[in-house]
């Protein structure tokens, strides 16, 4: 078992910046890809980013090319999300997700609100 905790939502204004992680714990060993969703009210959960263990390989959702910046530090068991020139259509739930070697497994975490209001 794998479980993921999410971290750093909160409200920014447009233009801002945070960063969220997602600390692993468990059989981490197993984990393969890392990625971030996201579900605004009313919408479907969407891919944001994604990360390979060994950070090679990234895939990010068009909306967010050039702004977001995911990264992983395995030593840590730690998934981010650096997050920069925040839009109001950024508002959502975050969630970190984590699929393991043999992709057989899928975990969630519980999400963090990202609210971008002025």
């Known amino acids: 078992q794998v479980q993921l905790v999410e971290s750093g939502g909160g409200l920014v204004q447009p233009g801002g910046s945070l960063r969220l992680s997602c600390g692993t714990s468990?059989?981490?060993?197993?984990?393969?890809?890392m990625a971030w969703y996201r579900q605004a009210p009313g919408k479907q959960r969407e891919l944001v980013a994604s990360?390979?263990?060994?950070?090679?390989?990234?895939n990010y959702a068009d909306s967010v090319k050039g702004r977001f910046t995911i990264s992983r530090d395995n030593a840590k068991n730690t998934l981010y999300l650096q997050m920069n020139s925040l839009k109001p259509e950024d508002t959502a739930v975050y969630f970190c997700?984590?699929?393991?070697?043999?992709?057989?497994?899928?975990?969630w975490g519980r999400g963090t609100q990202v609210t971008v209001s002025s």
């Open positions: 468990g059989r981490t060993s197993s984990i393969h890809v």
């Open positions: 997700k984590a699929i393991s070697s043999d992709v057989r497994l899928v975990y």
């Open positions: 990360i390979t263990r060994d950070t090679t390989t990234t």
